[in-house]
């Protein structure tokens, strides 16, 4: 098990390149195995999540070639295996992705249910309902989801519940069934959004995208194509709270700003100077953060994957902040971790109310999920002294080297291995500027 140790403080300043997004990723991967030809997708963020997938498709027989720059080949013509078995699907939540692509490519799938998670349970009654519509028999048997249909049609599909999965499955489902699929009260992320426009790319005809209603006109086939990630909305927004934790300046490049707008208009609110750029946003960091309020809505409200690393920032802000996390039931654990820091926090179901203090004073913490991660890092980076964070693999899954980018950033962080020897960075330059690079 390794740690980040970070030695709190250092105010962050400069560049740094934000990488694909995650949440689109994870969900493109297995959509490329509904192509005829290969797919060469690019921007990939080369994080665990994205290597573990990748393993995943391979071992299903999809061949896979994913470089150490983030793009990846994939071709599944000679696939034939519709079930991904829970030794395969437990080291990946986002594996209920292949419900919808191995129903749309085979007629039929048999996935491992994924199961609750540190931050609430994780239904899929809305997945579950959309491939019922469009004419799939749904059981579980065993812990396994078994889903199958002789013909997929498309139909109406109303969503109880605004969800970013069920939205994406049922166009995955949708996307190849007879006739056209209507997604009502659909999620409107930029992951979406990026979903169908790679499927569009392959030849799928998907209107709407980004708005409540998604239609879906199915077609014959979808042939192979090459296609570049959005950049990650939450990495990029990690950073810019990072900026705004330590009276840093950063730029965040390689960024769409405009999906970063519920953000910006916090750190605007809590009296940041946020300047935006055609494709990066600077934030500048003059004084200690004014108190705000934030709830959690679906985009574009304020995201819950920023809930936690906001939270941590807040406990420093000058007065009393009230956040109320309206999409997860349980995504509070980071706070009892920062309270051990000095943090003061009380926590009444999904509503926190973060009384800020001056400092916090560094700790022994443990990450219990990856964004609960990204809050103790921005928790360790402002205390005084030395924060340790155990159970980095969390984090791991979903920020691309995150202490190398910090370090270039100005960071005093390092990795301690599972025999406690530390791996101290050191910036090079190189042709892309400068760098963080471990000494060996
Ligand atoms: C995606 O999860 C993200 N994961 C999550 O990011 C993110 O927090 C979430 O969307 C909300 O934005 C991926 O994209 C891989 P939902 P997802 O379906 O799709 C309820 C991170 O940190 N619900 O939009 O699983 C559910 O309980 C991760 O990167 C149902 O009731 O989330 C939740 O309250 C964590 N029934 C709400 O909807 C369903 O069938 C939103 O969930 C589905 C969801």
Redesign the pocket.
């Known amino acids: 098990m390794e740690k980040l140790r970070i030695y709190g403080g250092k105010s962050l300043k400069g560049r740094v390149k934000i990488s694909g997004a ?2 689109a990723a ?1 969900a493109i991967l297995p959509a490329a195995l509904l192509a005829d030809d290969t797919c060469v997708i690019s921007n990939l963020p080369y994080i665990d999540d994205i290597t573990v997938l990748a393993d995943i498709l391979h071992e299903m027989g999809a061949h896979v070639e994913l470089d150490r720059e983030g793009t990846v080949r994939i071709n599944a013509l000679e696939m034939n295996e519709y079930k991904a078995h829970y030794d395969m699907v437990r080291r990946m ?2 594996s209920y992705y292949l419900l919808g692509v191995l129903l749309s490519k085979f007629g039929k799938a048999e996935v491992s249910f994924p199961g609750g998670c540190a ?9 579950i309902k959309g491939f019922e519509a469009l004419g799939a028999q749904v059981n579980l048997e065993h812990g396994v989801i078994k889903v199958s249909a002789d013909r997929l049609i498309g139909n109406e599909i109303y969503l109880d ?6 939205t994406i499955n049922i166009m995955l489902a949708a996307v190849k069934a007879e006739g056209t699929t209507t997604i009502v009260n659909a ?1 409107k ?1 930029p ?1 979406v959004v990026d979903v169908a426009n790679f499927l569009n790319t392959m030849g799928a005809n998907i209107k709407g995208a980004g708005t409540d209603i998604i239609r879906v006109m199915g077609v014959e086939t979808l042939s192979g194509c090459e296609y570049a990630i959005i950049p990650d909305q ?1 990495e990029a927004g990690t950073y810019m709270i990072a900026a705004a934790a330590t009276g840093g300046d950063v730029t965040v490049t390689d960024v769409i700003p405009k999906h970063m707008e519920a953000l910006t208009a916090k750190l605007l609110e809590m009296g940041m100077e946020v300047l935006e750029g055609d494709d990066e946003i600077r934030v500048i960091a003059g004084q200690r953060p004014r108190k705000v309020n934030i709830k959690t809505q ?1 985009y574009p409200g304020f ?3 920023l809930q936690q690393p906001i939270s941590a920032l807040l406990c420093i802000a000058d007065g009393v902040s009230v956040v109320t996390e309206n ?2 039931e349980a995504r509070y654990k980071h706070m009892d971790e920062i309270s051990r820091m000095g943090g003061k926090a009380k926590i009444e179901d999904r509503v926190a109310i973060i009384e800020g203090v001056e400092k916090l004073s560094g700790a022994p913490v443990t990450a219990t999920d ?2 609960a991660g990204a809050a103790l890092i921005i928790a360790g980076l402002m205390a005084g002294g030395m924060t340790e964070i155990s159970d980095v693999e969390h984090i791991d899954r ?1 920020y691309e080297e995150i202490e190398y980018k910090l370090v270039a950033l100005g960071a005093d962080i390092e990795r301690v291995d599972e025999n406690g020897k530390a791996r101290r960075l050191k910036l090079i330059q190189s042709s892309y500027g400068e760098k963080a690079r471990a000494i060996l």
């Open positions: 995650k949440n994870v939540r986002a931050i609430g349970t994780r239904p899929i009654d809305q997945h519940v605004v969800s970013v999965g069920a999620a992320e992951h939450i679906p995201p819950t994957d999409v997860w990856l964004r979903g």
